[in-house]
């Protein structure tokens, strides 16, 4: 569920629910500048805006403003210019020294677009792309006809706008913008130049398969960090503040794209840039940019940690779960396609694209361990089959996913017929089974740990199943 997200974020729609910074750079500029709640939630919503679909290789911008572009030359040196500018400020108010300048200039959208296409070709596999639509359908989180591929393209095309490319080390600025209000995202984007001189962006590009939950993880210290330094670079720049409200306000900037990708894959994809920045605000509270940079080093290992930076502090490591292969019972001709890891902000999704209730599904969610899935497809078209072990910290927590996910199952699959189930010797459930359109579903709460099988085939018993995930 992960993989996709750690490599593509944006984040427009999400202005209406986004966090509470407490007293904050931005917050203390909103404060001292008297501004409106209607211009601060204008403000907060279009510099997250300006992040559609940034990746660690690419980090592009989305403000696609229109209007009178200068001459090439003209164009490029007046960026040039703001860059080097730019650069020294954020470098100062980052604390990171300039170790080298970036090079920098004006591309045409063709550029950029071909560009970021290539890039997400040479990210993902076409057996990965595909392995990711079949997660996100076997889950609920999409239609069944959602194809991954043509959904990012047609929103690439709809919104980027600009990149820092730490493979050549230059930053470009599309050639339809107005420069003077977009110094705030060059601020994020230089960061990432910042970044990349001081710890290596390019060693995240090939993430270990296996553990999306903790390249997201990654991924949110990364984008964090660059948007908590622009917050800070408004804070003192409260006239281009206002100058890049302004331009947000003139953008034309579309989303039609973007408000037709599911739920679940919007969330996801403002995830590093929200959340991640209210993390790394946390670091930076108790230790400065000093524990901001030592966390290039010390790398938070799950969205748990992002979620709950006390443990991140304890460095609370996630449980390793490992899954048997379980194609030999399956039968012939069955293909293990995909195995990896949700975490706890992938399972408050899946809950709560059914439960529909923020509150009790991330308090389900909460107390997660650690956790594998895999998924198989079989002999027959569109034939799934998925298994989990998701691992708790108390039993309790464990009990409470248990009972969420049975809930979010008889939603999942209206019209399922329940099978024989078990109870305790309180009368709880401790396993629960149906018969559903697309197979067997079991769900068996163990201690501390919740063991799940979807999409049984016929004429395979689940409880063969679920013995072999003992």
């Keep these: 569920m992960s993989k996709l997200i750690s490599r593509w974020e944006s984040a427009k729609p999400w202005v209406d629910s986004l966090p509470t ?65 730019v650069l020294k ?31 997400l070709d040479e990210q993902m596999t076409a057996a990965e792309m595909h392995a990711t639509e079949v997660s996100l359908r076997k889950f609920g989180l999409t239609s069944g006809d959602f194809e991954y591929r043509p959904f990012i393209i047609k929103l690439l095309a709809e919104q980027v706008a600009g990149y820092y490319d730490p493979r050549a080390q230059e930053f470009h600025l599309a050639d339809w913008l107005e420069l003077e209000g977009q ?84 969330e996801s994809l403002v995830f590093p840039y929200l959340q991640g920045m209210e993390w790394t605000r946390q670091l930076y509270k108790r230790g400065g940019w000093n524990m901001v940079s030592e ?30 292969d379980l194609r030999n019972v399956l039968g ?3 293909k293990r396609i995909d195995s990896d890891v949700n975490g706890e902000w992938s399972y408050y999704l899946i809950l709560d694209q059914f439960l529909n209730s923020p509150t009790e599904s991330r308090r389900a969610a909460a107390g997660w361990a650690g956790d594998r899935y895999a998924l198989y497809e079989g002999p027959k078209l569109g034939q799934v089959f998925l298994e989990q072990i998701a691992a708790w910290d108390t039993e309790n927590d464990a009990r409470e996913f248990f009972d969420a996910y049975v809930k979010r199952t008889e939603l999942r699959y209206p019209g399922a017929r329940p099978l024989a189930s078990a ?45 072999a995930l003992s």
Excluded: C
């Design 21 to 85: 910074w407490g007293d904050g750079p931005f917050e203390e500029f909103i404060k001292g500048a008297g501004v409106s709640k209607q211009f601060k939630s204008k403000v907060l919503g279009g510099f997250v805006a300006a992040f559609l679909l940034a990746s660690l290789v690419f980090s592009p911008l989305a403000l696609a403003q229109r209007g009178g572009v200068a001459n090439s030359a003209t164009r490029n040196a007046a960026i040039v210019a703001a860059t080097d500018a």
């Design 89 to 119: 400020e954020t470098s100062e108010l980052r604390e990171l020294a300039i170790l080298r300048p970036v090079r920098s200039g004006a591309q045409s959208r063709a550029e950029i677009e071909r560009m970021l296409i290539k890039n």
């Design 183 to 266: 110094k705030p995202v060059m601020a994020h984007e230089l960061t990432h130049a910042l970044q990349d001189q001081h710890f290596n962006l390019r060693r995240f590009e090939k993430w270990p398969p296996g553990d999306s939950d903790a390249e997201l993880a990654a991924h949110s210290l990364i984008e964090g960090d660059a948007t908590l330094t622009m917050t800070i670079y408004m804070a003192k720049n409260p006239l281009v503040a206002l100058a890049f409200a302004r331009s947000l306000g003139s953008s034309g900037m579309s989303s039609e794209q973007f408000n037709q990708a599911p739920r679940a894959l919007r």
């Design 295 to 324: 966390a290039f080093t010390r790398l938070p290992q799950s969205t748990e940690q992002i979620l709950h930076p006390e443990k991140y502090f304890s460095y609370e490591r996630p449980l390793k779960v490992v899954l048997p």
């Design 332 to 334: 012939p001709n069955w």
């Design 423 to 467: 109870t305790n010797a309180n009368g709880q459930h401790q396993r629960r089974a149906w018969q559903t359109s697309e197979g067997g579903v079991v769900v068996e709460l163990r201690g501390m740990r919740v063991v799940i099988v979807e999409g049984v085939p016929e004429g395979v018993d689940p409880n063969s199943l679920i013995r």
